[in-house]
């Protein structure tokens, strides 16, 4: 059904807004009271930070573990329903981007600096060292599909869920209802536009901005952890937590003379360059590397991996060990869901003029087909060089998941050449992830602007690294994982609202037609009708229900006309 002219939603204004001074002072004010903290208190941090850790672990691991199933399901049933022929803009917008565009954006997206990070260390790690509810032997066959399907559950089909959610939202709330590119504004369902401006709705921005901020941090310190740790293997720099810093403050710096410089369309042209230089990366692994085992490890990994989704999805400490799952599946839950404004904000972008059943589609598949096959290159090659013991690839991973890559491509010829193109490429990683994240967190406190001023954006970037280079100092990668879980606790309440007021809203719009129309309705109609017109053929109308059936029918029937 179309919507009528006056109802259609106007088109975003691409203006700028009055940066919000109470939102960017409390934002700011509590970030920085947090990086001093860390800074100058590193004893006290701590001891609270673990001791919150283990509050949050102990009785709210379940709510992370639930929440993320939600989202899942969710996506699959909007994108199955009649709320799928939903468009996210008027009805007869078409899509902004060309298909081929669109996926290859989405394909950035899914792509950088936990993929580097973790796309070899963590197969690695599960293959010698398995999960404690596989039961595997560790270096077994069984250990290695274990170690596949983990990978694929904590990088696939869960975080693009989160992220789709995010996205779908905004991207209804902006394009089908003409509201800022907030995210409260999608929580007008349930809030109403006034309170949407109000201080509840800031407050939501806020927890918007803290969990992108510490999401973003955790990104940026596995960056300079990596970094630091490939300049040690390649040109003997020792991976001290000073070097570490060095790297944060240059890679800061880039970052905040490309933002005053206003080289957008630089930051753009990186950005297509790490896709180029990832995928040919790959493509040399794959190559050079135990090519015959990678084609045998996509299917037999992806099959186990849908296999055994249920289990691992519906898996909690109850029955395995609670600090492996806060260790694993907790942190990442809480790390998707800080990078969930970030990312949600980026592809509701790409996605005007599509309907919900393209965009949950393309979100959940695309991303998550391209991880598959990086994890299969990347960390299946890693697994069969330590079984065959071609490298000891075992050593690396005591020093951390950020050597595994990098003692995985010594390994393969041209070892020194790769290492360096997999430093550069997460260097660069580094800069347009700043770079994104701190525009979108200079949107969420200018109430929505798409063109925040660069001096708002240049502050988020520089709190972001400050962050980062406070947790790095105070505990290294412990301490961004507390973080980040820490942070995402109250915020993934507000994920589980906000799936709320989507479902709300979808089913008020006109686009997705009568729920009667619905196709699993239509589904059941038809075999209803088929079960009953095959029983009354057989004499079934006999049975009482039946008779009072089929003599309705005949009373509905309109008379015959007579001659």
């Not at 950035?108 to 404690?132: N, T």
């Not at 010829?413 to 770079?435: E, I, K, Q, R, W």
Request: with cysteine; aromatic share 10%.
């Amino acid at each position: 059904m179309s919507t009528e002219p006056s109802e259609r939603a106007p088109a975003v204004p691409d203006e700028r807004h009055a940066p919000d001074g109470k939102v960017i002072g409390i934002g700011v004010t509590a970030v920085v009271a947090a990086v001093a903290w860390a800074a100058l208190g590193e004893d006290s941090f701590d001891s609270a930070s673990s001791t919150a850790l283990d509050w949050v672990l102990s009785n709210f691991a379940w709510l992370f573990v639930v929440a993320a199933d939600v989202f899942l399901v969710l996506c699959v049933v909007l994108a199955l329903s009649r709320f799928g022929r939903i468009r996210l803009g008027r009805d007869d917008d078409e899509p902004e981007f060309t298909n081929l565009a669109w996926i290859a954006m989405m394909f950035s997206a899914g792509m950088g600096i936990g993929l580097m990070f973790y796309g070899v260390g963590e197969p690695l790690q599960h293959f010698l060292d398995p999960p404690p509810a596989s039961g595997a032997p560790a270096g077994t066959g069984a250990a290695a599909l274990n170690a596949m399907e983990y990978s694929f559950f904590h990088w696939t089909l869960t975080p693009w869920a989160i992220y789709g959610i995010t996205g779908l939202a905004l991207a209804y709330a902006g394009f089908r209802k003409g509201r800022g590119n907030r995210l409260s504004s999608a929580f007008v369902p349930l809030m109403g536009a006034r309170r949407a401006e109000s201080w509840q709705g800031k407050a939501i921005d806020l927890l918007a901005v803290f969990a992108t901020v510490f999401g973003t941090a955790t990104s940026l310190g596995l960056g300079a952890l990596q970094v630091a740790e490939g300049l040690n293997l390649t040109a003997g720099v020792e991976n001290t937590t000073g070097v570490q810093l060095v790297i944060i403050v240059s890679l800061s710096a880039a970052f905040v003379l490309s933002a005053f410089s206003g080289l957008h369309k630089g930051v753009k042209w990186l950005s297509t360059l790490n896709i180029v230089l990832a995928a040919c990366l790959m493509l040399f692994v794959f190559l050079l590397g135990p090519t015959v085992y990678v084609l045998d490890t996509i299917p037999a990994a992806l099959g186990g991996y849908l296999h055994d989704l249920l289990p691992m999805a519906s898996r909690t400490g109850a029955f395995t060990d609670p600090d492996w799952l806060g260790t694993w599946t907790i942190f990442y839950w809480a790390w998707w869901l800080s990078w969930a404004p970030f990312v949600g904000t980026f592809i509701a972008r790409i996605s005007r003029g599509r309907t919900v059943r393209e965009f949950l589609v393309g979100v959940l598949l695309v991303p998550s087909g391209a991880t598959v096959v990086w994890f299969c290159v990347m960390g299946g090659t890693a697994i069969r060089l330590e079984s065959t013991g071609a490298a000891d690839l075992a050593a690396t991973v005591e020093d951390g998941a950020e050597a595994s890559l990098f003692g995985m491509l010594e390994a393969l010829p041209l070892g020194t050449v790769t290492s360096v193109v997999a430093m550069v490429l997460v260097m660069t990683y580094f800069v347009t992830s700043a770079d994104s994240a701190s525009l979108v967190m200079g949107s969420l406190t200018s109430r929505g602007s798409l063109h925040p001023p660069t001096w708002l954006v240049v502050t988020w970037g520089v709190l972001m690294a400050a962050v980062a280079a406070a947790l790095l100092v105070v505990g290294g990668l412990d301490s961004l994982q507390t973080a980040t879980i820490l942070v995402a606790l109250p915020f993934v309440v507000v994920m589980l609202v906000l799936c709320w007021a989507l479902v709300k809203e979808l089913r008020e719009d006109p686009g997705a037609g009568p729920a009667r129309h619905h196709a699993l309705h239509g589904l059941r109609d038809a075999v209803r009708s088929m079960v009953g017109e095959a029983m009354t053929e057989q004499g079934g109308d006999r049975h009482p229900r039946l008779r009072r059936a089929a003599r309705a029918r005949r009373d509905a029937e309109p008379p015959e006309k007579e001659d």
